[in-house]
Nanobody, 114 residues
Framework: QVQVVESGGGLVQPGGSLRLSCAAS????????MNWYRQAPGKERELVAT??????EYADSVKGRFTILRDNAKNTVYLQMNSLKPEDTAMYYC?????????WGQGTRVTVSS
């Protein structure tokens, strides 16, 4: 069964850090690009970071603060988030595109607040 499962969200103060994890199963992880999205309350889901074949890309709003990392041996992709801001508050989702079908996780909530 193909699935991705996120974890690592929580409450953090502005300026703090969190590392999100996305554990994948049911497909050849190393062969596919992995993506992190987020959706803030009342807003559309947006692409935050992508990792594919050694190439990484980030949304302008997180460049220099977030890093996407993948461990192919563990079938896991991470999102290291530093210098968090209140506007980073959102549900964060992991996604893989398999043969034209998007596979989403259930999400993990990140709240940045003092």
């Amino acid at each position: 069964q193909v699935q991705v499962v996120e974890s690592g969200g929580g409450l953090v103060q502005p300026g703090g850090s969190l590392r999100l994890s996305c554990a994948a199963s049911g497909f050849t992880f190393s062969s596919y690009g992995m993506n992190w999205y987020r959706q803030a309350p009342g807003k559309e889901r947006e692409l935050v970071a992508t990792s594919i074949a050694g190439w990484r890309e980030y949304a302008d709003s997180v460049k220099g603060r977030f890093t996407i990392l993948r461990d192919n041996a563990k079938n896991t992709v991470y999102l290291q988030m530093n210098s968090l801001k209140p506007e980073d508050t959102a549900m964060y989702y992991c996604k893989v595109l398999l043969d034209g079908e998007s596979i989403w996780g259930q999400g993990t909530r990140v709240t940045v607040s003092s």
